[in-house]
């Protein structure tokens, strides 16, 4: 009879106000001598456990504002050992970031992203006007419409690091204009084509941007263009390829504008257990030109629990000259605790065609999330 009770109290508490619902229902069943006060007591301590449990599974929360919101975030805190000569091995605050979005109408959403490790900056600050599956506008700060990999979020990558040719092509942290996450200052056009058997085969994106990246006005004249198209043959696959035509203003000693151009291949299939994923990026920074691959694997031996993972990256800063390309052979393994709560390690052989000696670097990373 307690039982039934209790599951009864539960499935108010989910309809109503916790507390002040749960204690009106249990003090009317007293009073009526339905149950006892012991059996009361009872009922709100297997209630209160059950609901402990429930929050800690759930995962959103309302967050009281004027209009209904979306608030998440999470950090990441990492320690690295490096081989490298001059290189200090040590603990860092690598991510700790604020998000927030929330949808004004069915055709108006809004997204700001912040991150507070090193020097605080707005990451992503855009608004989007939905108008149908086929047609939908970005304005702002957002990620660039280039590589598969740029696209994931850096919470959901299943190693703590990207690829080098990603890093250095796609406006991150070894890209000619500096590190800008990936991300830029425009408008995007983008929409799904071609719906078949319950799902969309096609999907676009295209964008004009300053070129100069995130939180500064552009410094030339130019606006960069880049897009990228994606097919889904199978509901698991997607093939793909990126375009990015524009200008930089970088060098030293005295900055001045340069060509800045890419063009990047890209495929990933990907199921609860396995995955694999491939891509090719070149460009152009003024005359220098640049390309490199990767290929990586992962499965879980643990359904969601446990994941191995596997990738070979290489890349040649410049095509022109020899002797310069870099080789990266890497193995590493994730831990989800739960869905907001994992912990990642990363073993990397670095092979440098102009040096004798292999390197190696390893990295354990927690990340906490809400």
């Not at 690829?163 to 590190?179: C, K, W």
């Amino acid at each position: 009879m307690k039982r039934i009770i209790a599951a009864i109290i539960l499935l108010v508490m989910n309809l109503n106000n916790y507390a002040q619902t749960t204690n009106d229902v249990l003090n009317l069943l007293i009073k009526n001598k339905t149950i006892t006060q012991g059996e009361a007591d009872s009922i709100r301590a297997e209630a209160a456990i059950k609901q402990q449990e429930t929050d800690a599974n759930r995962k959103s929360f309302l967050v009281s504002a004027s209009r209904p919101v979306q608030l998440s975030g999470y950090t990441q805190v990492r320690y690295q050992f490096l081989q490298q000569t001059g290189k200090v091995d040590g603990f860092d605050i690598r991510r700790a970031r604020i998000d927030l979005q929330g949808n004004v109408s069915p055709y108006f959403s809004y997204k700001l992203l912040t991150d507070f490790a090193g020097s605080p900056k707005i990451l992503e600050a855009y608004a989007e006007i939905k108008i149908n599956n086929y047609i939908n506008f970005t304005v702002g700060e957002a990620k660039l419409p280039f590589s598969f990999e740029n696209l994931l979020s850096d919470s959901k990558l299943e190693m703590p690091d990207r690829s080098q040719v990603v890093e250095a092509l796609v406006s991150r942290s070894t890209d000619v204009i500096g590190n800008q996450n990936g991300r830029d200052v425009g408008v995007q056009l983008g929409g799904f084509a071609w719906k078949h058997a319950k799902r969309f085969i096609f999907e676009y994106k295209f964008g004009v941007f300053n070129g100069a990246g995130i939180n500064i006005s552009d410094n030339n004249n130019n606006k960069d263009i880049a897009g990228r198209l994606v097919a889904h043959p199978l509901s698991e696959l997607t093939l793909g390829g990126s375009f990015y035509s524009g200008n930089g203003f970088y060098g030293t000693p005295a900055a001045a504008n340069h060509v800045r151009n890419r063009v990047g291949l890209e495929a990933n299939y990907e199921n609860k257990v396995f995955f694999a994923r491939s891509e090719y990026i070149e460009g152009k920074d003024g005359a220098v030109g640049r390309n490199g691959w990767y290929a990586e694997t992962g499965c879980f031996v643990i359904p969601s629990k446990l994941q191995f993972v596997l990738r070979y990256d290489i890349y040649d800063p410049n095509r022109s000259l020899s002797n310069n390309t870099v080789t990266l052979y890497q193995a590493g393994a994730t831990y989800h605790f739960n869905s907001w709560s994992k912990i990642q390690a990363l073993f990397t052989t670095i092979k440098k065609e102009s040096a004798s000696k292999t390197n190696n670097t390893g990295v354990i990373q927690y990340q906490i999330s809400f």
